[in-house]
Structure formats: C-alpha cells, structure tokens
C-alpha cells in the first residue's frame, strides 16, 4: 500500500512532519525491496545461465507450493545438487561454495533446527551469523510468485524446510 503526503493540519505540524517522514521512509524501503528483488532475479540469471550448458534450458518453472522436492528441483538443485551434496552445475560459478544440505543435522549435534533453516531460507532474518552474498534471499521471490499470499508464502518455505530435512544423513 502506497501512503502519500499526509494533510496539513495548523495545529500539530509536528504531527504532519512525523507522518510524511514516517511515509518517506516507507516508500525507501519499498524501493530497496524492488532493488532486493532485481538482485536477485540476477543471481537466479547466473545460475540458470550456468545450468544452460550442463541440463536445460529455459527460467525456472511455476512449482506447487505443497510439494517440497517439486520447489528444491527448480530453486535450489542447480546450486546445492539434486542430492543436497552441494554440486550442482551452478555451483563452481559461485565464489562461496553451496552448503552440504545433507550435513546440518550432524553439524548440529544430530538435531534438525528447523526454524533455523527456516529463516535461513527465507533469508530476511537480521541475523549476522549466516547469509552470504551467493546464497539467495527467498522471501521476497516466493511473495512475488506467490502473489503476496503470506499463508502460500509460509507453506513454500515449511515444504522446502521439511524436504531438506528429509535429506539428512542418517
Ligand atoms: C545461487 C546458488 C544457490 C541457490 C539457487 C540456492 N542456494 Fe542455498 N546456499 C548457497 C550458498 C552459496 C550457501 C552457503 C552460504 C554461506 O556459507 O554463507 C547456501 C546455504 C544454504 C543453507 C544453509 C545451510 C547451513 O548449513 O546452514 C540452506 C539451508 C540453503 N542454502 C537452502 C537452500 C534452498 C532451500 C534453496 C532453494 C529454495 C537454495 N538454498 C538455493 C547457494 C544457493
């Protein structure tokens, strides 16, 4: 939602100052969201271009949001690998080297952390601790393909969490 310039009102132009600073800073932060996405509409570029040669052409398919293996194929394998190993054909264009999927239950003590991965997914947590450039933020591709649908939003993101789980070493 779009806010605009508030109503001049003689008595609290405080009030009007704060509101129209509120308001820009707003429309700031929808900018930055569309630059997030461009970005990342870049990065999905590269590593669909670099999938070219080895697999298939075309961008990445409209997936169901109800199967989690369905997504991994056509979001993450080109990186992370078919198998979640970490050797997908984009992965060598990458400085950063995909994560071993298939090794974060053991990384942490043999316990899952799914809401971790979660966010991690997801990718708007402001966490310092992990995200690096190479790894996409998610959040914002998935509102778009999902139409902004917050509930689709949340089940694509919990099937993708589940199937990674279900990569796990035993
Ligand atoms: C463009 C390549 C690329 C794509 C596509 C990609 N990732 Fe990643 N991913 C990375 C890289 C690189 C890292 C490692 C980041 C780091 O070490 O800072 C990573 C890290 C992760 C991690 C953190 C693993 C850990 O041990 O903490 C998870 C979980 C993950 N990716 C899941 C996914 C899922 C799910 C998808 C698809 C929706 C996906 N990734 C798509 C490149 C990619």
């Given amino acids: ?5 508030p109503v001049l009102d003689r008595h609290s ?3 009007y100052q704060l509101q129209w600073k509120e308001c820009r800073k707003e429309k700031l ?7 997030l ?18 697999v298939k052409k075309g961008p990445a398919p409209y997936t169901t949001a109800s199967s989690g293996k ?30 071993d999927l298939t090794q974060i239950a053991s990384k942490n003590g043999g316990k899952f952390p799914q809401s971790h991965i979660y966010e991690v997914i997801r990718g708007e947590a402001n966490t310092p ?27 694509r993101i919990n099937n993708l969490t589940n199937y990674v789980e279900s990569l796990q070493k035993k």
Avoid at 1 to 5: A, Y
Avoid at 29 to 35: D, F, H, I
Avoid at 77 to 97: I, V, Y
Wanted: net charge positive; glycine share 8%.
């Fill in 29 to 35: 932060m929808a900018s930055r969201q569309k630059l």
């Fill in 13 to 15: 132009p405080r009030r």
């Fill in 1 to 5: 939602m779009e806010c605009s310039r």
């Fill in 70 to 99: 369905e997504m991994y194929k056509a979001y993450c394998a080109s990186c992370h690998g078919p198998d979640g190993k970490g050797n997908g054909p984009a992965a060598s264009a990458l400085k950063t080297p995909p994560a």
């Fill in 129 to 155: 601790a992990h995200g690096s450039a190479e790894m996409p933020v998610w959040g914002p591709v998935f509102r778009s393909i999902s139409g902004g649908h917050q509930a689709e939003v949340q089940l």
């Fill in 37 to 54: 996405l461009l970005l990342m509409a870049l990065s999905f570029a590269v590593a669909v271009f670099a999938q070219q040669s080895t």
